[in-house]
């Protein structure tokens, strides 16, 4: 697909066809700018629209109010001609194509793509990140069994794919989602054998009732009193103040042992029940995609309860890179609708950058998703509470024998003696330097968030302190052979 | 078991497919990891740390192109070698041969 | 004041193996780090164990080649050295001897390796040549493009992850204080004594005495130099690393290019790291060229660094290339390690230069004897600082 072309300078590359990259695309087009959309996946969307295959035909895919607003602006942007898509492509890094300031200027941002046609360059004046973000993995006793999942994994299955991808399913979590994705499993004709919350229920509700919900929110709460509904009238169990905590079966899963949580949060052992499943979905929140940004040089902020490593950005969404804008779910994880907001302001502050607009019109055109973005804003924070995962919770169920590296294999407590065995290593670089963890193929963004807590709690640091796994060019493993062959280009 | 959702979806014409020799029936465009889960093939690595025959199996984790616990070998006849990818992100074409990992 | 015998400045390999050495002939050391222990060069570079000459020394015609050669006795030195070294420290150091392949694809290249050999069995190496056959046979892994090979069985790898942190347990365990997230920010020589001010991670600042110095600091070895008002012409040259997923035992060699950057070998865990020389860019302040900033790796570099390696190993096609990292190493104005005492500053040593990981705990080890016993079991007279004299002459004070 135009690798010859390729090098010619975009006006502006957006990686990630998520809410915030869709909204920024239908802004800068509104206005002339020539877009070029860059995403892993086949279709636009992002994770929250995980489109079918083209060649699937869905009746009323994802009916819930919860999606109306990004399939908009899904609809607004999808099949448009005059967006030069590059789909089912990886970024590997933002690179300088020049060392001379000047001619950088000139030259812009260089993207390094992995591709369906291979390898290549692509440089862009600006560029926006909206990479997304991911499961935040919670690291149990046989959570590397065959169908052990991220319940968005599961949750892709269903909605793009339209597959049922097991029989028997537990939904384990602090995160709304899972009762999304259970409720979408039943109406697919799955069983959901269990729904577990590690909160309690009066707190749960006592949150979902809270006037912001009530007032400004009402489509969220009155979508999750009708899920909750439904699981009852299926004879779904939800359960509240409990979490998984092991998982068990000869070569994939056979059945989930819960516990219910004692008030600090750690799993009692004395009260726990085993059930009979095939498949777990494991949901505790999301942590910030923001390798790419950070490859690129940005600077970062932790916040735990907003998705970790959270890129550094101005009122415009330009990061302390130059011409390199964030948006979405990489400044800080609040949801598709915020992201989409986040999306338009950044589009704006790229017009403002490449001249196309002055700083008045600007403002005048970022009032109206401001506004929106503030009052999601409370909200979000009010779901950070709500989902945020008890503080000794992960300590808790990852027990010295738990995989801590699913790539490397490390368990935490073959981690824990190596730490004690050198004293000095207090950094999450050095600590894999010395360990492994985090030298896969995932590059530690399976184990990053884990990695970091227990080498805080070893340290007497915070997870802020122990840094976050230096991003390095190639931000996603690549083929060497289709490397060797396209070096030229 | 696994299976299809088929309310309201309408799919192209079935194909085939080989997985580790073996025919299964797949669909143009939906993922490799959707059609070997489909066919019960729920294995498709093994942790990578032990490269031995002897590793424990690994299957889909994330879905979304992150964990690369779903990565399969795949010979669409056309490269000149095998490649090694991830099936969450590799959509079916008709005579694709895919390799999994033992169970 | 708390005084040591020896204060360490550098937390790579050569530091922290001079402090088990120091610490192991009953000196009281203190070793100082800026940052983590092993995490420059020291634990960044590619873990090559090479002696034949690398292309790096041969490059450059006849007559430098032959004044490079001379570091081989010291080679000698250092393999027995590492032979001996994961019994010394009681740690596995992933150490592999499988015999190290210097490959050519050309009569140019040929020419080079008949050069090299040549120079290296004056000195007594024991390596050889090998006849396309007899590559083929050694290692059917290599493309059908190599055509002769310069052979050394003592060549092979060991895990920079493991060797620097083997070394600081030990010394530990022999009463060595490590200080790591600490830095240095003087260093005065009063009568027979130096003065060390010292500020720790909270900003807490602390002077210590030492009746000598090493500086150990690796391509930050000019800096501490200039603490003490002298010139050290030392480098920063960055060169990245690239390192492929795990796969299958393949290669049981170290691998070399007669007239091309590279390395490549394949380590206990299975992946492949792949290297030679090629470049990132260093950051800048201003018109200088910063350590203090991450380098920016040029990936086009590395692009072709690997295309190389998938060349002359076409199996590699099949695997992933998971990251690439730059490892910022000090070399020398003449490429010769540093290391002796500055006859300018008595007191004052400096093991740093050169081949720092293959020739590393050999340099440790006789800059200790140096330092605590006034003399090195093997001659280091060709390394000393003392060749740049005609500088440092100018610096000195009385």
């Known amino acids: 697909m135009n690798r010859e072309t390729a090098s010619e300078l975009r006006d502006v590359a957006i990686v990630g066809a998520g809410p915030a990259g869709l909204g920024a695309a239908a802004i800068l087009r509104e206005h002339g700018v020539a877009v070029t959309l860059i995403d892993e996946q086949p279709r636009a969307g992002g994770q929250i629209l995980r489109q079918p295959p083209r060649s699937f035909t869905v009746g009323r895919w994802l009916p819930g109010k919860l999606y109306e607003r990004v399939k908009g602006a899904l609809q607004a942007v999808d099949d448009r001609m005059d967006v030069e898509w590059r789909m089912s492509s990886s970024v590997l890094g933002v690179l300088r194509p020049s060392a001379f300031r000047v001619r950088a200027e000139r030259l812009g941002h260089e993207l390094w793509i992995q591709g369906p046609s291979g390898n290549y360059f692509l440089r862009a004046q600006a560029v926006l990140v909206a990479a997304g973000c991911y499961e935040r993995p919670l690291a149990f006793p046989g959570w590397t069994l065959p169908g052990v999942m991220g319940a968005g994994g599961i949750q892709a299955f269903v909605k793009s794919q339209q597959l049922v991808p097991g029989n028997r399913f537990v939904l384990a979590g602090s995160h709304p989602l899972q009762l999304v994705v259970a409720d979408q499993l039943l109406s697919a004709g799955g069983v959901v054998a269990a729904v577990v919350f590690t909160q309690e229920r009066s707190a749960a509700l006592r949150a979902l009732a809270h006037p912001l919900v009530m007032l400004g929110h009402s489509r969220q709460f009155f979508e999750t009193a009708r899920i909750l509904a439904r699981l009852r009238r299926a004879r779904v169990p939800v359960i509240f103040g409990a979490s998984i905590l092991r998982v068990e079966g000869a070569s994939a899963v056979e059945r989930a042992t819960i516990s219910m949580l004692r008030a600090d949060g750690t799993p009692d052992e004395q009260r726990t029940q085993t059930i009979a499943c095939d498949r777990v979905g494991v949901c505790h929140g999301f942590l910030a995609s923001s390798e790419l940004a950070r490859q690129a040089g940005a600077t970062v902020h932790w916040r735990d309860e907003a998705g970790g490593w959270l890129v550094d950005h101005d009122e415009w969404f330009e990061s302390s890179v130059e011409n390199l804008f964030v948006a979405g779910e990489v400044t800080g994880v609040a949801g598709a609708d915020a992201a989409l907001e986040k999306g338009r302001i950044a589009a704006v502050g790229i017009l403002r950058r490449l001249g196309r607009i002055d700083d008045a019109a600007a403002r005048s055109l970022a009032q109206p998703p401001r506004r929106r973005l503030a009052r999601i804003r409370g909200f979000a924070r009010l779901l950070h509470e709500l989902a945020r995962p008890p503080q000794q919770l992960a300590n808790a169920t990852m027990t010295a024998t738990a995989t801590l590296c699913r790539c490397e294999s490390v368990a935490r407590g073959e981690f824990e003696r190596q730490l004690q065995e050198n004293p000095h290593v207090a950094s999450i670089d050095a600590a894999k330097l010395l360990t492994r963890v985090g030298m896969g193929m995932c590059q530690g963004r399976m184990c990053g968030d884990n990695v970091a807590r227990v080498l805080a709690a070893a340290r007497g640091l915070s997870a802020a302190d122990v840094g976050p796994f230096q991003a390095q060019a190639p931000v996603k493993p690549v083929l060497l052979g289709i490397v060797a062959r396209d070096r030229c280009s | ?103 | 004041m708390t005084r040591y015998d020896v204060v360490v400045l550098g937390g790579g390999l050569v530091g922290c193996a001079a402090a088990y050495y120091l610490a192991r002939a009953g000196a009281r050391v203190l070793l100082i780090e800026q940052a983590d222990l092993n995490r420059e060069a020291s634990g960044r570079n590619a873990g090559s164990l090479h002696f034949q000459l690398e292309y790096r020394l041969i490059r450059y015609g006849e007559q430098q080649a032959a004044q490079f050669a001379q570091i081989i006795p010291l080679s000698l030195v250092a393999i027995r050295d590492w032979r001996g070294l994961e019994a010394e420290l009681g740690a596995p150091l992933e150490m592999e001897m499988g015999g190290g392949l210097i490959v050519a694809e050309s009569a140019a290249d040929v020419a080079l390796l008949e050069q090299r050999q040549a120079l290296q069995e004056k000195w007594g190496l024991g390596s050889k040549l090998l006849g396309a056959a007899e590559v083929r046979r050694r290692a059917p892994y290599l493309a059908d493009s190599v055509i002769a090979a310069g052979y050394l069985e003592h060549e092979g790898h060991a895990n920079p992850r493991l060797v620097a942190p083997a070394f600081a347990r030990n010394a530990a365990a022999r009463g060595a204080e490590i200080r790591c997230y600490t830095r240095v920010t003087a260093l005065e020589r009063d009568g027979s004594q130096w003065q060390v001010a010292i500020v720790d991670r909270a900003g807490a600042v602390i002077e210590v005495g030492a009746r000598a110095v090493l500086n150990a600091a690796g391509t930050w070895a000019g800096e501490i130099a200039a603490m003490a008002h002298l010139h050290l012409p030392i480098y920063a040259v960055p060169l990245t690393m690239n390192v492929t997923e795990r796969a299958a035992p393949l290669i049981p060699h170290l691998v070399q290019h007669a007239s091309q950057r590279l390395t490549l070998k394949q380590v206990d865990a299975g992946n492949f790291l792949v290297g030679g020389g090629w470049p990132s860019r260093l950051a800048r302040d201003g018109s200088t060229m910063s350590l203090q900033h991450r380098a920016e790796p040029v990936m086009r570099n590395a692009i072709e660094n690997l295309a190389l390696a998938t060349r002359l190993v076409p199996a590699l096609g099949r695997l992933h290339w998971l990251r690439s990292w730059t490892g910022i190493t000090g070399v020398t104005a003449d490429q010769m390690p540093l290391l002796g005492a500055v006859p300018e500053a008595p007191g004052f040593y400096v093991a740093a230069g050169g081949a720092a990981f293959t020739h590393g705990p050999t340099y440790a080890r006789l800059i200790s004897e140096l330092i605590v016993d006034g003399r090195a079991s093997t001659s280091i007279d060709l390394y000393s600082p003392a060749r740049f004299s005609h500088v440092n002459n100018f610096m000195a004070s009385v």
């Open chain 2, 1 to 103: 078991m696994s299976r299809r959702i088929t309310a309201n979806v309408s799919r192209p014409p079935a194909v085939t497919i080989q997985v580790n020799g073996q025919d299964i029936s797949a669909y143009e465009g939906e993922t490799v990891a959707t059609a070997l889960i489909a066919a019960g093939v729920l294995t498709m690595s093994r942790d990578s740390a032990s490269h031995a025959a002897s590793g424990r199996p690994r299957s889909p984790y994330c879905n979304m192109g992150v964990c690369f616990d779903c990565l399969v070998e795949i010979d669409d006849g056309v490269g000149e070698a095998p490649l090694r990818v991830r099936a969450c992100l590799t959509p079916v074409r008709a005579g694709l041969r895919v390799r999994v990992a033992q169970e």
